[in-house]
């Protein structure tokens, strides 16, 4: 496992307390996304899709900082778009890590190196940088040739300045183990301290939704993957070890999408960060005011399919903490990759997909229009009164 121990200590103090105070729902990790715009356009990416008005907009120092606090997540995982856009990212990283919650921040690295002059080292702050393969796999998937060049460079030098460095590796159906494996093991080479790796979600905006996984597909892939690295023991990975064993099929889990919950440049997200179907104006309205029930996989068409980290990680380490034992042991012995599989969960009653994309625009680029009226209208000169007296008199 990649996590330090300084982070494990004060993540579990904190599920510890949450479980005393009898909470049942609470944030593991704060998904921050202060900007949508990218400096790339990757084929499986639903994020980006939006018109310029939205791309231009930026949350604030005040407000990345006021929804850390409003959350209280212990980790805070800052993504995009691309973050190293945004002018006051130096500032928002600071501002978190003197709160004392631990920050990873997402980036494509194509930027990391002009940047790093602009960051610190701390046992607070990890980059997570995008890695989706080898060169051929990586280069393909940004859509873009020379990005893996380029990141694998970026990651050498954030190391060569003692940063703590983790690649953050989406997989699609036409992953080949093989492939993934000896990327895995390559590594090491480089430095990099942890992988969190996950399958694509099915963005329904994404340019390319051919090569998105099934849950079985994906369930059949991560077994044939770690199956190449003694269970998956070969390597460093910054997630749970029953996160890990779900991905083989090992476990039957439903999402906790409010483990993971979703600050973006609209509001709070509902009801994940895979999923925009309406904003709540704050945490509390979105923890208490939100329909839960009304989705995961089995209960909504869209979620069919996902086994994204976002919305299992936190249900598998509410599960390591009701079974320490259980997850010592896979992480001991490693994950499974043979045998049955446990069952998974029926889709035969869940509600049929909405598509609320364009209206959420709609919305958005009224508001926007709105808040610009208002500032062109504030901005106006005054009509100038004794003028007008003065031109008046001077008539008469």
């Given amino acids: 496992m990649a996590i330090p121990f300084l982070q494990a200590a004060r993540v579990g103090s904190y599920i510890v307390r949450q479980h005393l105070a009898g909470r049942k729902r609470y944030p593991l990790a704060l998904m921050l996304e202060p900007l949508f715009r990218c400096n790339l356009a990757c084929a499986g990416c639903g994020k980006i899709d939006y018109p310029d008005p939205i791309l231009d907009l930026r949350l604030s120092l005040a407000e990345c900082l006021q929804a850390v606090d409003e959350s209280g997540a212990p980790v805070v995982s800052i993504a995009g778009g691309e973050p190293l856009l945004h002018k006051e990212m130096p500032e928002i990283v600071k501002g978190i890590i003197a709160r004392k919650r631990f920050v990873y921040l997402c980036t494509n690295a194509l930027l990391l190196e002009k940047k790093l002059d602009q960051y610190q080292p701390s046992p607070y702050f990890v980059w997570s940088v995008h890695?989706?393969?080898?060169?051929?796999?990586?280069?393909?998937?940004?859509?873009?040739?020379?990005?893996?060049?380029?990141?694998?460079?970026?990651?050498?030098?954030?190391?060569?300045?003692?940063?703590?460095?983790?690649?953050?590796?989406?997989?699609?159906?036409?992953?080949?183990?093989?492939?993934?494996?000896?990327?895995?093991?390559?590594?090491?080479?480089?430095?990099?301290?942890?992988?969190?790796?996950?399958?694509?979600?099915?963005?329904?905006?994404?340019?390319?939704?051919?090569?998105?996984?099934?849950?079985?597909?994906?369930?059949?892939?991560?077994?044939?993957?770690?199956?190449?690295?003694?269970?998956?023991?070969?390597?460093?990975?910054?997630?749970?070890?029953?996160?890990?064993?779900?991905?083989?099929?090992?476990?039957?889990?439903?999402?906790?999408?409010?483990?993971?919950?979703?600050?973006?440049?609209?509001?709070?997200?509902?009801?994940c960060y895979l999923l925009g179907e309406g904003y709540a104006a704050s945490f509390r309205e979105l923890m208490e005011e939100t329909d839960w029930d009304s989705y995961g996989t089995g209960n909504y068409e869209k979620c069919a399919n996902c086994m994204v980290h976002s919305g299992y990680e936190a249900t598998a380490v509410a599960d390591t903490f009701k079974h320490p034992l259980k997850a010592l042991a896979v992480s001991l012995r490693g994950v499974q990759t043979s045998g049955a599989m446990a069952p998974d969960i029926a889709l035969d009653k869940q509600r049929p997909a909405e598509y609320t994309f364009n209206r959420e625009v709609s919305i958005r680029l009224d508001q926007i229009g709105h808040r610009k009226a208002g500032q062109s209208h504030a901005a106006a000169p005054a009509p100038r009164a004794n003028a007008s007296a003065g031109a008046e008199a001077g008539g008469r």
Wanted: with cysteine; charged share 20%.
């Fill in 131 to 271: 890695l989706d393969g080898d060169q051929k796999m990586h280069d393909h998937s940004v859509c873009q040739e020379g990005v893996y060049e380029r990141a694998v460079a970026a990651i050498r030098a954030a190391k060569a300045r003692g940063f703590r460095v983790n690649i953050n590796c989406t997989l699609f159906n036409d992953a080949i183990p093989d492939q993934v494996a000896n990327f895995f093991d390559s590594l090491k080479d480089i430095g990099v301290d942890g992988i969190t790796v996950s399958p694509g979600y099915a963005y329904e905006r994404a340019p390319d939704q051919q090569h998105f996984l099934t849950r079985n597909k994906t369930r059949e892939l991560f077994r044939a993957i770690f199956a190449r690295g003694r269970g998956g023991r070969n390597w460093d990975f910054s997630q749970s070890s029953l996160f890990l064993s779900f991905l083989a099929g090992n476990q039957t889990y439903h999402c906790t999408p409010w483990g993971n919950p979703c600050r973006t440049v609209f509001g709070w997200q509902r009801p």
